[in-house]
C-alpha cells in the first residue's frame, strides 16, 4: 500500500473574487487576438492591483505580552491564493507571457503549485505541476480548478524539481522551478517586501523574522534591504533570523553549526508532519544565498516545534485577529525568543507571516 503523508499547508483560499476591473483585464490578458505589448500591460496591471501590498499592522497584545516593542507583522494572506508565493508565481507567468513561452512547468507539494496554476491560467499559459507521489496536498484540487495539468512523479520533491527543469529544458518550456534559471527573477521578487516595509516605515528596521524552506524568501529580503542601504533610503540592513521545523532544514543546521556552506542533510532522517511540511527539506535550492545573507548581518537561527507553532497559531487569532498558517509562525517564536534571550530594546522588529484564508 503506497504510504501517503498529509501535507496539510493550510494556506487554504475561499472561492477567488476578483473586481470589475481586474475581471476585464484577465480577459484582454487572455484574448490572443490583441497584441502582444497590449497582452503584458494588462498582466502588469493585474499583478498591480492584486499581488503584493499586503498588511502591515503592529501587534501590541503581542508586545505586551512579551514586553517588547515594537512588533510588526507582514501579512502575507492578502495575496489571491493567500502566501507570499503569489509574488514570484506572477512574476514567472509575466516573464513566460513576455518571452512567449506558451507553458510553464514546476514541481510543488502545495502553495507554489497552487500559485503558479492561478497566475498561469490568468496569463493564458498552459501548466504543468509534478506533485511528489509521497505527499498528498490538500490544494491538488485548487491547482486543477485553475487549469493546471496535475501529474504525480515517483520520487521526492527535490527529484520531482529536477525532472521538471531536465522536461522544461527539452520541450522548451518556461522552468518555474527553484534554484533554476529563473532564481534571480524570484528572489527580485520577494525584494517587494522590503521595499513595502520601507514605505510603511520610511527606515529599516532593526530585525526582520522569516520563515524558511528553500531560502529564497529570506534571500529576497535580504537582497532588497542591500538594495535600498545601497541607495541611501536606509540607515542600516537589518539583522536577518530565520525560522524553521526543528532539525528538518539545511539552512538552519548549517548556520547553527557555523559550516561555510549550506549541505545537505540526510533524506530519510527528515520526517514531516501536518504542521511543519512547508517548511521541511533535506535540500534547499537558495540555501547558499540565504545562509550568506544571515553570514552578513550577523543574523540568528531557530528550530521551532510543531507544538510551539500550533499555540503561537491560536495566540495569533485570539489576540490579534489573524488566521495563519502555523509553520509560518516559527518567525514569530523566533523573534520573540531572541527577545527573552537577549532583552531588545525598543525599535521596530518585523516577522513575516503567511495566511491562511478561509
Not at 64 to 76: S, V
Not at 210 to 238: D, Q
Not at 330 to 339: C, G, K, P
Request: net charge neutral; hydrophobic share 35%.
Amino acid at each position: 500500500m503506497q504510504n501517503y503523508r498529509s501535507l496539510l499547508d493550510g494556506a487554504i483560499p475561499g472561492e477567488l473574487s476578483f473586481s470589475k476591473e481586474t475581471k476585464q483585464l484577465i480577459t484582454d490578458v487572455q484574448n490572443k487576438n490583441f497584441s502582444l505589448i497590449d497582452r503584458i500591460e494588462s498582466y502588469e496591471d493585474i499583478m498591480n492591483l492584486e499581488v503584493g501590498d499586503t498588511s502591515f499592522t503592529r501587534a501590541r497584545n503581542i508586545e505586551r505580552d512579551a514586553g517588547m516593542r515594537q512588533i510588526y507583522l507582514k501579512f502575507e494572506g492578502g495575496n489571491p491564493t493567500g502566501t507570499q508565493k503569489d509574488r514570484i508565481a506572477f512574476a514567472q507567468c509575466h516573464d513566460a507571457l513576455r518571452r512567449e513561452f506558451d507553458t510553464i512547468t514546476l514541481a510543488s507539494c502545495g502553495n507554489y503549485g497552487a500559485s503558479v496554476a492561478l497566475a498561469a491560467n490568468l496569463a493564458g499559459l498552459k501548466c504543468i505541476i509534478y506533485i511528489p507521489e509521497s505527499f498528498h496536498t490538500l490544494r491538488v484540487k485548487e491547482m486543477e480548478n485553475f487549469g493546471a495539468i496535475v501529474k504525480s512523479y515517483a520520487g521526492s520533491y527535490e527529484d520531482a524539481v529536477a525532472f521538471s527543469s531536465r522536461i522544461a529544458l527539452e520541450k522548451t518550456w518556461y522552468d518555474a522551478n527553484p534554484g533554476g534559471v529563473n532564481t534571480s527573477l524570484q528572489i527580485k521578487a520577494y525584494a517587494e517586501i522590503s521595499y513595502e516595509i520601507y514605505d510603511q516605515l520610511r527606515d529599516a528596521p532593526k530585525i526582520v523574522a522569516v520563515p524558511v524552506s528553500n531560502g529564497t524568501l529570506l534571500a529576497g529580503i535580504y537582497r532588497g534591504f542591500v538594495s535600498l542601504y545601497k541607495k541611501g533610503k536606509t540607515s542600516n540592513i537589518p539583522k536577518l533570523i530565520a525560522a524553521s521545523a526543528s532539525h528538518k532544514n539545511p539552512i538552519i543546521y548549517s548556520f547553527r553549526n557555523n559550516l561555510e556552506r549550506c549541505i545537505d542533510l540526510v533524506p530519510e532522517k527528515i520526517k514531516g508532519t501536518k504542521v511543519n511540511e512547508p517548511l521541511i527539506n533535506w535540500h534547499s535550492f537558495d540555501g547558499e544565498e540565504a545562509l550568506y545573507a544571515l553570514k552578513q548581518t550577523k543574523g540568528e537561527a531557530f528550530d521551532v516545534s510543531d507544538e510551539k507553532m500550533l499555540i503561537q497559531t491560536k495566540k495569533l487569532k485570539e489576540k490579534e485577529g489573524l488566521q495563519v498558517l502555523p509553520a509560518s509562525t516559527s518567525s514569530l517564536i523566533a523573534l520573540l525568543e531572541y527577545n527573552a534571550s537577549h532583552d531588545l530594546e525598543p525599535d521596530r522588529y518585523v516577522a513575516v507571516l503567511t495566511g491562511r484564508k478561509q
